[in-house]
């Protein structure tokens, strides 16, 4: 008699149960390769690719580390394809209550590297001739990039990232995000001007006649450019959507751990289900999944990529990162940063309102909440450990590569089982009077 574990993912998720990513186990597989061996490379559409599986919003607030800039360089005609004439200082700029022209405090064109230049070669310029920064320009005298001393001390000092994502223009991949409103045609075509790669249409349901429209004019307009649509939880959203020209799906509807939409509007889906749900359709269409929310551990994150998708969309997770939005603040003695939801009112009030299709209502009904998250400390910092306990989890599947999980899972190679209340309980820290849980 046949050994006989667990079960294909088909037979497990045609049960008509909506299971979430804690309710679900994988089976381990066979080991023979090295868990650096594991390729993360990903798509987050059907042309842009990803050098690691994470998407991650940014709410209105800049992500000052990542966003904001201490020098700024200046060109005769404000692009990067005109000759470089000096720099401003972030510490010479005037104060915002009496700003002054920036010729008034601009400092002359510092010494340049080649673009060509790579990291180490870059470093070490700056370091032989005490420079605090400098500009890398291409032969043809385009301003390409900025490096600056503290860039080189924070590189060194955190664990490989490894390679950027990178388009085929050799640029950073870069998306932004529209909604479905009439002057968002306008922001669309801004955004596309700017250099986006990908345009993500925002909505928390993405099945609708707004939707359908935007999709529809923005690939007639702007065929080149990817469009990411959702959210979508069911393969009815995501066959309209993809009928209409999406090339990416967010799939995720109230599983996000500051959304209540499930509680408040009794619609949702547990989001494993969602995904493999979703990812299996879309799969057949060449369209790459975004697994949206619900990922609170790197086990999640290995979960929702072997379950379909293709990358994975994290907003608590790396909220209370050094990086993220707001300023730190003490909770009965943790270090904490606040957390708002999309849905929750006061992200409402400051226009996310139209993402719940609410922003002509006169009485607004909230679909999320504004929490604290714990201190998480640099992203540069435990990133590279997420991503390294994910290729563990890889390894263990039996998965070489996100490709590799997928065709496991559709081989039905790969095995799951529904874990009990017990199971879950048993699989987490227990029976000990106390602890302290490090990750890296």
Known sequence: MAADDGFSAARLFSQGVSYTYDDVIFLPGFIDFPADAVDLSTRLSRRVPLSIPIFSPASAP?????????????????????????????????????????????????????ASFDFEQAAALLADEGLDYAPLVSEEGEVIDLITSKDVERIRSYPKLGKPSLGADGKFVVAASIGTREDDKRRLEQLIQAGANAIVIDSSQGNSTYQLDMIKYAKKTFPEVDLIGGNVVTIGQAQNLIAAGVDGLRVGMGSGSICTTQEVCAVGRGQATAVYKVASYAKDHNVPVIADGGISYSGHIVK??????????MGSFLAGSHEAPGAYEYKDGHRVKKYRGMGSLEAMTKGSDARYLGDTLKLKVAQGVVGAVADKGSVLRFIPYTMQAVKQGFQDLGASSLQSAHDLLRAETLRLEVRTGAAQVEGGIHGLVSYEKKSF
């Open 62 to 114: 800049t992500l000052n580390d990542f966003a904001g800039h201490e020098y700024a360089l200046v060109t005769e005609q404000g692009d990067s394809l005109s000759r470089l004439v000096g720099v401003a200082v972030a510490a010479d700029a005037a104060s915002p209550e009496a700003p002054a022209p920036v010729s008034e405090y601009m400092r002359p064109a510092p010494r340049s590297a080649s």
């Open 304 to 313: 929702a990529l072997s379950l379909g998708a293709s990358t994975v969309m």
